[in-house]
């Protein structure tokens, strides 16, 4: 059977959106939705469960899957784990295989969500990655490792204040140069000074309206990140501007953790460092991606790795104490060996945080449909690899998450030196705080008390759209906050 061949048409009478849970189950074995596909799906609420029947090519297997008694029911949350179940099941009967599951039955970007969710409902730290092997297929390693972090989380961020402990992120849309693995909306920073500074003002109004936000709600600011895009990219004199104004203007709110995305030596200098150790910025993010000048160049990176350890060594010679590096497994013609030889020189860097990043292609990105030239099995060898360097370093797991068109199906990684865990990722990624977002494709998310759901507000990605739209936009980010807080 050939690939165009791979598709299933749908049939259900469940009340909930189950396309996608079905639809990640499938992808698993190659098939693709269709309303006229080979294959055809239905699925069935029972008395008890979910029942899956697939039908192709005169073959019929059924799969049931009973929900959980403790779920309360079936949920829409109950329903999607049951459905998933029935649909790996049914195709694993149909194709006689068994695909391998790194993550289990989770295919959402925030795993860590559901450790905190099941926490919260009194499943023990001990027990739960048998609870996540048994009711996800999650092996007990990924489980063990959702556990730790969530619970140094915990630690971190108390649960006793989470609704008042505020992140803000600041977005800088530009970009000296487009990456061929990035999908971010940015664009090629404007070299003129004028438009430059006419988005610093328009960042400076935003600010300015974020500080009444704060006050109003009573909310504790307990870190500020700056990134993009590339904030770096900005000249001198308008990235000054702009860490001026957001130091001044945030300045006594109590904000412990001011991070800078730096992360493209091509466009750092000691005038841009000064501004941010005068700004009192105490966290930057210098990133080789790859200790490799052919990939760097192969990617679209402007910069050669000298340059990337000029940068870092000028960090180091700062007064900014926490120094985060991104490494990227997978990069387009790099080997085992390549990697492995990325991870020793970070490694002998010994920078406070760590983050290892597995490559990840979005429709919107250049290299989306390149051949991958790592397969999946020596992918998840380097991210284990990764591990183990980071805990050579000192280092251990704060923060995880994963992505869509992920290679292997594997994550992202965060370590960090005891202490220097970013309060801001876990803000972001964990959404159980309220995060503020200032700048055009930011994102200001506004929890409910229950701790797993929230309203979410989005900028616009256009800088001329969100210039035109801002008072409108913070009166909906003042109700999105009115709303929930």
């Known amino acids: ?179 061929g693995y990035c999908s971010f909306p940015a664009g090629i920073v404007p070299q003129d000074e004028e438009s430059q500074q006419n988005f610093v003002n328009l960042i400076e109004q935003d600010i300015q309206n974020v500080v009444q936000l704060l006050s109003m709600h009573s909310l504790s600011l307990r870190s500020l990140y700056i990134g993009g895009g590339t904030p770096t990219s900005l000249g001198e004199k308008a990235f000054g501007g702009l860490l001026r104004a957001a130091s001044r203007l945030l300045a006594g709110t109590g904000v412990s953790e001011f991070t800078v995305e730096a ?13 941010m150790e005068a700004a009192g910025v105490n966290r930057i993010s210098v990133n080789p991606q790859t200790f490799h000048d052919g990939t760097l160049k192969l990617i679209g990176r402007r910069h050669t790795v000298t340059d990337f350890y000029r940068a870092y060594a000028m960090v180091r010679q700062s007064a900014i104490p926490v120094v985060n590096m991104d490494l990227i497994i997978g990069l387009p013609q790099e080997s085992e060996a390549d990697i492995a030889y990325s991870l020793e020189q970070a490694k002998s860097l010994a920078p ?17 449909g390149s051949a991958m030239t790592l397969d999946a099995d020596a992918a ?38 005891p202490g220097t865990e ?35 507000l989005n900028m616009p990605k256009n800088v001329a759209v969100y210039a035109r739209s801002l008072p409108e936009l913070c009166r909906k980010r003042a109700a999105l906050f009115a709303s929930n807080i």
């Open 352 to 368: 406070e945080n760590l983050t290892v990043h597995t490559l990840t292609l979005k429709r919107s990105a250049p290299l989306f």
């Open 263 to 275: 992360g493209r030596p091509d466009c750092f200098s000691p005038g841009k460092l000064a501004a």
């Open 422 to 456: 970013s309060v801001y990722n876990i803000q972001m990624m964990e959404e159980r705080h309220p995060v503020i977002g200032i700048g055009p494709a930011s994102a200001s998310k506004a929890p409910l008390a229950d701790g797993h759901h929230l309203r979410k």
């Open 1 to 179: 059977m050939n690939n165009n061949q791979l598709s299933f048409s749908l049939r259900h009478n469940l009340p909930w959106e189950i396309t996608r849970p079905v639809c990640d189950m499938a992808a698993f074995f190659d098939y693709k939705p269709s309303e006229r596909g080979r294959a055809l799906l239905t699925l069935t609420r029972t008395a008890s469960g979910v029942t899956a029947v697939l039908e192709e090519a005169g073959r019929r297997v059924t799969a049931d899957v009973a929900w959980s008694a403790a779920a309360g029911g079936l949920t829409s949350g109950e329903a999607s784990r049951c459905v998933k179940l029935a649909v790996l099941q049914a195709f694993s009967a149909l194709t006689c295989r068994r695909p391998q599951l790194p993550w289990g039955i989770l295919t959402g970007v925030r795993p860590g969500k559901l450790a905190h969710k099941l926490l919260d409902e009194g499943v023990s730290a001990a027990l739960l990655p048998e609870f996540l092997n048994r009711k996800y297929l999650l092996p007990e390693t990924q489980g063990s490792l959702l556990r730790d972090i969530a619970v140094r989380q915990k630690a971190l961020l108390p649960d006793a204040t989470r609704l008042q402990d505020a992140g803000i992120y600041i977005g800088v849309p530009y970009c000296p140069s487009r990456c």
């Open 380 to 417: 998840a060898r380097m991210v284990e690899r990764g591990r183990s360097v980071a805990q050579a370093m000192g280092l251990a797991p704060y923060y995880l998450y994963r992505q869509h068109y992920m290679l292997g199906h594997l994550a992202n990684i965060g370590y960090a030196k």
